[in-house]
C-alpha cells in the first residue's frame, strides 16, 4: 500500500472515533450539568480540556470562569465551530474528506454511511435536532459514527487497510480514554469532599462518558468507587475502550503491518515503542494506589500515544 492511502485510512479512522467520542461526552456532560451538584465551570472546563481547546476558548471568549459555565457554548463550540479542529462538524468533515480521497478503499456502506453523516451535518434538521432535541441529536451522531465503524469490520477485506484504519481507530481511542480519566479523575479526587452520592455520580458520568457504566456494572457489582473505576477503565481486558485493551489492539494491528523483527525496518521503532507502552500498561495497572500514580500512567500513556502517531506519520504515512 502506498504511503498516501495508508495515511488516509489512519486519519479516517481517527476523525471518526474523535466524533464518536465528543458527541459522547457532550451528552454526558449535558446531563450532569443538570443533576449533579457542582459549579457550571466545573462540569464544563474538563470538556475544553479534553478536547485540547482550552487554551484557544481562554483566548476567544475570556479567562474568568463565567466563560466556562456558559454549557451553551461549550457545546455550540464542539459540535458547530469550523475554527475549533475537535469540533464534531469538523471531525466528521475531515474523515468524510479522508474516506473520499480513497473511495477505492473504503466499503460502499461506510462511505455512504459517512457521507450522509456529513451531509446531515450540514442541514437544517441537524440544527433543529441540536436546539429541541439535544439527547437524540448526540445519540444519532454516536450511532451514525459506530454504524461507519461497524461497517468498515463486516464489509470490507481485512488486509492492510482496515489495519491502518483500525490502528488509527485504537490510538485515537486510547488517548481520548487517558485524557478523559486523567482530567476527571484529578477533578473528582481534588475537588473537596463531597456527599457520597454526589461523588457516586460523578463516578458513574465518568463510566458513561467512556460507554462503561453496563459493563462496569456487570463486572463490580455493588459500590461505585474510585480505585475500582480506575483499575476498569485502565487495565479491563475485556472492555474496548480501556487503556490496556486500546494499547495492545493498537499494537497487534501494527504488527499485522509491520511483522516484529528488525527496528530498522519502516515501522520498526513506532512499533518497539508501542510495545514498550503495551508492557508498561499491563505491569502496572494492578498497582495504581493513589492519584499521583495514576496520573503519572496516563500522562505517559498520552505522551507516548502521541509520539507514536508522530513516529508512524515519518515512518509509514509519508509525513516529512
Known sequence: MISRVADHCFWFGRYVERAESTARLLATTHNLALDAELEPAACWRPVLVVAGEEAAFRTRWGDDDDAFADGERVEQTLTWDDDTGASIRCSIGAARWNARSIREVVSLEAWESANELHLYLGSEQARADFADRRFDFYRRIRGSTQLVLGQLRSTMLHDDALDFIWL??????????????????????????????????????????????????????????????????????????????????????????????????PGGQSLERLRILDELVRAQRRELHDGEDVHELLTTVVDETHAICDSLGKELLGHA
Open 168 to 265: 488509527g481507530v485504537m490510538l485515537e481511542r486510547v488517548s481520548q480514554t487517558a485524557r478523559i480519566l486523567d482530567v476527571h479523575h484529578h477533578a473528582i479526587t481534588t475537588g473537596g469532599r463531597r456527599h457520597e452520592v454526589v461523588a457516586t455520580s460523578l463516578w458513574l458520568s465518568l463510566l458513561r462518558s467512556l460507554s462503561g457504566y453496563e459493563p462496569f456494572m456487570k463486572r463490580h457489582q455493588g459500590r461505585v468507587g474510585s480505585d475500582a473505576v480506575v483499575r476498569f477503565l485502565i487495565g479491563e481486558d475485556r472492555f474496548p475502550r480501556s487503556v490496556a485493551y486500546c494499547v495492545h489492539s493498537a499494537y497487534e494491528r501494527l504488527c499485522a503491518i509491520r511483522p516484529p523483527g528488525a527496528t530498522e525496518l
